[in-house]
T-cell receptor, first 112, second 111 residues
Framework: KAGVTQTPRYLIKTRGQQVTLSCSPI?????VSWYQQTPGQGLQFLFE???????NKGNFPGRFSGRQFSNSRSEMNVSTLELGDSALYLC???????????FGEGSRLTVL | QKEVEQNSGPLSVPEGAIASLNCTYS??????FFWYRQYSGKSPELIMS????GDKEDGRFTAQLNKASQYVSLLIRDSQPSDSATYLC???????????FGKGTMLLVSP
């Protein structure tokens, strides 16, 4: 059974640009969550989707957005990138309303 | 603000010893608690979940929960160098599958 797949794995952007990250959950998992991980702040919750609906959103500015498609694949977008957006963005999927998350390898974003 | 607190470490233990990792949380109504392990350069992986007061054992790992004290711990018996990693405590505070993570405790097991 394939795990959670995130693309791209690494990317470099400059300030002001935008970026789109993709996540394919484990087959059968309908919940997809996104987290930002930085050395200083640790893992911080961005948003969670279930059946194409955003059920929960973390305390991030509106530049951070996401969506989920009918096949449960999810994307997140960050517009007007800032240096502080440099981080590892992790996607996780789960089967039901539990905290038993399965994480992808992450997308490491560097903003110059 | 709802928080999960962990000592950042590193916690250093010799091979074969018991490693004790601790976590406190601020939201008294939290019901679900998790320990994730993250190796350097890798993504977190779930190792234990606990939902009721008391102990839950799984192989060399024991999770302990005390809701009255808002305290969760993870014991690793017979620690191995391969256990060297950052251990993340996570608490379900926002419902659904939303977790609030602590910043993690780095564990170093020396041969």
């Amino acid at each position: 059974k394939a795990g959670v797949t995130q693309t791209p794995r690494y990317l470099i952007k400059t300030r002001g640009q935008q970026v789109t990250l993709s996540c394919s959950p484990i087959s059968g998992h309908r919940s997809v969550s996104w987290y930002q991980q930085t050395p200083g702040q640790g893992l911080q919750f961005l948003f969670e989707y279930f059946s194409e609906t955003q059920r929960n959103k973390g305390n991030f500015p509106g530049r951070f957005s996401g969506r989920q498609f009918s096949n449960s694949r999810s994307e997140m977008n960050v517009s007007t990138l800032e240096l502080g957006d440099s981080a590892l963005y992790l996607c996780a999927s789960s089967t039901r309303n539990t905290g038993e998350l399965f994480f992808g390898e992450g997308s490491r974003l560097t903003v110059l | 603000q709802k928080e999960v607190e962990q000592n950042s470490g590193p916690l250093s233990v010799p091979e074969g010893a018991i490693a004790s990792l601790n976590c406190t949380y601020s939201d008294r109504v939290s019901q679900s608690f998790f320990w994730y392990r993250q190796y350097s350069g890798k993504s977190p992986e779930l190792i234990m979940s606990i939902y009721s007061n008391g102990d839950k054992e799984d192989g060399r790992f024991t999770a302990q929960l005390n809701k009255a004290s808002q305290y969760v711990s993870l014991l690793i018996r017979d620690s191995q160098p391969s256990d060297s990693a950052t251990y993340l405590c996570a608490v379900m505070m926002g419902g659904y599958s939303t977790l609030t993570f602590g910043k993690g405790t780095m564990l170093l097991v020396s041969p």
